[in-house]
């Protein structure tokens, strides 16, 4: 899976591709991940790429030549093949919210991605008609710019990746069943005067996986009720 990163910030994404488990994906050819920098294909003097809204008002819109630009230059440097199995995401506070199933759907996708990390108040709104984008929100706030949420999205997509991490350490996570992870203990035994439970220690495997399964259930109906079904409250 090839990622393109469309961002005014390079830097930001140094060690978003230099640590841990985005690194090692890398390293093992399973993803590809290119920062590109849209101000390369301003023709400003200054390397500008925003300008004040038509109709007035606050902050700057990014226009569309230098964005669109940095676009036709990635899918120029993918196969013909790759063009057919492009997504472009504008990562927006208005779009769909990014969720465990929705990042599932892209980490099995087979399709190679375009993040555009928008700034200031946003991007010209041609953009995203002439490119059919796709608009991706982390949640409903409003960020400085979109490098974060872009990474937030690679990360949460990159690990559910088959390759990327063992299949162990993915089944019981959060949402992967659609509960939220059980409480997790280790050494020591004792902390402060709270023990681990007696259970954990027993060594007894069915007795353990049946109490995560309670604690979890447990947690989920406190927390996020919305996820439980049926089943999962009548045990």
Do not use: W
């Amino acid at each position: 899976m090839k990622f393109y990163v469309l961002t005014l910030f390079v830097n930001m994404f140094d060690a978003f591709v230099s640590t841990s488990i985005i690194k090692r994906a890398i390293e093992k050819d399973i993803v590809s991940i290119d920062v590109v920098d849209i101000r390369d294909f301003s023709e400003d003097k200054h390397r500008r790429v925003d300008f004040p809204p038509y109709g007035g008002g606050s902050g700057m819109v990014m226009s569309c030549e230098p964005l669109s630009k940095a676009i036709d230059y990635c899918l120029e440097k993918l196969t013909e093949f790759d063009k057919k199995s492009v997504n472009i995401v504008y990562l927006s506070p208005r779009g769909k919210l990014l969720n465990y199933n929705v990042a599932k759907e892209i980490s099995s996708s087979s399709k190679n991605y375009i993040l555009i990390c928008g700034h200031y108040e946003g991007i010209d709104e041609r953009i995203i008609e002439e490119y059919n984008i796709t608009e991706i929100s982390i949640g409903d706030y409003v960020l400085t710019g979109g490098e974060l949420a872009s990474q937030v999205l690679m990360d949460s997509v990159i690990r559910l990746i088959p390759g990327v991490l063992s299949d162990e350490s993915l089944s019981e996570e959060s949402h992967t069943n659609g509960l939220l992870e059980y409480p997790q203990y280790t050494k020591p035994a004792i902390f402060r005067g709270k023990k681990v439970p007696e259970v954990l220690l027993s060594g007894h495997h069915k007795k353990i996986s049946e109490y995560r399964r309670k604690e979890a259930i447990k947690l989920t109906y406190e927390r996020r009720p919305e996820l439980l079904n049926d089943e999962d409250i009548v045990e």
